[in-house]
């Protein structure tokens, strides 16, 4: 049985930021968020870059070259990013995190740098398959910082991996899909306002993606949308 996306994607500015430097794509066979960092210009650049350098995985891909074809297309993205810096030293500090799954009916392979996250309901239950790239999930793992305490840590902003022109390691997932699967991809503009019990609901509730996303976006801004947000959604179905 071959598997199938129906999907949507929406994005807001939100209430606080001057412009969006998230930037994101949702196709057949590619979901992407990347949301930018380097203040104005530079980080809706970086995004855009990195959206530009994923696209053309959005074919099909056989299971066996995936993992290559997502590797080779980030180092694309840092590679390019690299070069606008390179080309223009008023760019540099500008940087990208990315969260991309790459979809071929029979499996699903995901690339992650950043904290941008990607979510996974099965079966009603919400499964987080993204680690944040952060200061406080660092100490997390450390145990120096309880979870429920990130929130309000003064640096919960920092991140410590992102796609910036400079050597990265991203971290790979592989996911085998089901029917009744149901993706969520979205910048921290969400999750820093939603917790994740709410999101639970709301992936749980709502009946198609576009309206989905549409409401997410929307519980983010009634939160304060504080920052750019943006959220795709995507079903696995065995109808085409």
């Known amino acids: 049985m071959t598997l199938h996306l129906r999907w949507a994607g929406v994005?807001?500015?939100g209430?606080?930021?001057s412009n969006n430097e998230d930037c994101h794509y949702a196709g057949d066979r590619l979901l992407v968020v990347a949301d930018g960092m380097g203040g104005m210009a530079a980080g809706d650049l970086a995004s855009r870059i990195a959206i530009d350098a994923m696209v053309?995985?959005?074919v099909p891909i056989d299971t066996e070259h995936q993992m290559d074809a997502l590797h080779k297309a980030l180092e694309v993205a840092n590679g390019?990013?690299?070069e606008c810096v390179a080309a223009d030293p008023t760019l540099a500090g500008m940087g990208t995190t990315l969260t991309a799954v790459l979809f071929n009916g029979e499996r699903a392979a995901m690339a992650h740098v950043g904290d941008s996250r990607a979510y996974l309901l099965r079966d009603g239950r919400l499964n987080q398959l993204t680690k944040d790239d952060t200061y406080v999930q660092m100490l997390i793992d450390q145990g120096l910082l309880k979870p429920e305490e990130a929130a309000g840590h003064p640096r919960r902003a920092v991140v410590t991996r992102v796609l910036q022109g400079e050597p990265v390691s991203p971290a790979y997932v592989i996911v085998e899909p089901q029917a009744g699967d149901r993706w969520l991809l979205c910048s921290d503009g969400l999750t820093g306002v939603v917790p994740d019990p709410v999101l639970e609901q709301e992936l749980r509730a709502a009946p198609d993606p576009k309206s989905c996303a549409?409401?997410?976006v929307d519980l983010a801004l009634r939160g304060g949308g504080p920052d750019n947000v943006t959220v795709i959604i995507a079903d696995v179905t065995a109808e085409s």
């Open 11 to 13: 994005t807001d500015q």
């Open 15 to 17: 209430h606080v930021r």
């Open 80 to 82: 390019r990013i690299a």
């Open 56 to 58: 053309s995985l959005d």
């Open 214 to 216: 549409e409401r997410l």
